[in-house]
């Protein structure tokens, strides 16, 4: 049987107690976190309701590698688009804090992060747990040399006045360490989520509409390796009819509800 809350499928009236129960009952959780997870700090998501692809679908092209590399405007657009984001200087939310939580109850096995904001990490998740599968806004590197750097350095250039740095030490183009469409995510991270997600015995989905593949994936995956899967959004998700529970509503009351 399938229990979900008003707002997304069909389901049971109050699906919290039932989520609680799984959770309760489990020994090793995977769970995986999209950008729905940090709105609560200050950082819009792409793709829900008020996110910046649905108010600005041309703002896609900032996370497209081909438009990144092949189009300077592009570039300075995606720098002013960092300078401007509430993203560096943002914090934890209760979202967060609660999954420090489930850590400390030691269920927690691997947390896959589609996020770059490296929040999970700041909240208190031990890093070696934590999986960024999209990479870090963290950082910036060159595309053509091993040049590795802050972000912080990147950002004291651009705020001095230059509108797409350049690498120091070979001339390349800059780019935040993050995996845009069209690059290749690393593919040691991605076995490492796809084991994990196969050893699992509940799958916790939080704050992803998940139509964002191979990550999307790890849900059928746990699924069809036994897991129970329980989604936690503010709308439906391509994954709904996958889901053991689904809780629809706002991550910052519902998360801390279900893990405390
Ligand atoms: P998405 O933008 O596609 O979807 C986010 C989902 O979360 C939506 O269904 C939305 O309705 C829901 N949501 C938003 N705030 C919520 C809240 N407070 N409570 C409940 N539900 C809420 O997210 P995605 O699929 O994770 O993102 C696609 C890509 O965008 C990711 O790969 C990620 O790299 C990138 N991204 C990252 C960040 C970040 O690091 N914080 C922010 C935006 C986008």
């Known amino acids: ?63 497209d590698i081909c438009y990144y590399l092949g189009d300077p405007e592009i570039r300075k657009k995606a720098w002013r688009s960092r300078v401007e984001s509430p993203a560096m200087g943002s914090h934890p939310n209760a979202g967060h804090h609660a999954l420090v939580a489930l850590e400390q109850r030691g269920v927690l096995h691997t947390l896959v992060t589609q996020n770059i904001d490296g929040l999970h990490q700041l909240a208190g998740n031990t890093t070696e747990r934590v999986i960024e599968i999209h990479g870090t806004m963290r950082f910036v590197r060159c595309m053509s040399c091993i040049y590795r750097v802050p972000m912080e350095e990147v950002m004291e250039r ?8 350049d690498c120091p030490a070979c001339g390349g183009i800059l780019k935040s360490a993050t995996i845009s469409f069209g690059q290749n995510l690393v593919l040691e991270d991605l076995a490492r989520a796809e084991r994990a997600a196969q050893g699992c015995d509940l799958l916790l989905a939080v704050g992803s509409t998940l139509s964002v593949y191979p990550v999307a994936g790890l849900v059928p995956l746990a699924k069809h390796s036994g897991a129970k899967i329980v989604i936690v959004n503010g709308e439906p998700t391509a994954m709904d009819s996958l889901a053991d529970v689904v809780l629809c509503g706002g ?9 405390a």
């Open 251 to 259: 991550i910052g009351e519902l998360l801390p509800s279900l893990i």
């Open 158 to 165: 651009l705020n001095a006045g230059e509108a797409d740095p």
């Open 1 to 63: 049987m399938k229990a979900s809350a008003s707002g997304c499928a069909s389901g049971l009236a109050n699906p919290l107690p039932w989520a609680k129960s799984l959770l309760d009952h489990a020994k090793r959780v995977v769970v995986l976190t999209g950008a729905g997870i940090s709105t609560d700090s200050g950082i819009p998501d792409f793709r829900g309701p008020e996110g910046l692809w649905t108010r600005d679908p041309e703002a896609e092209k900032l996370s």
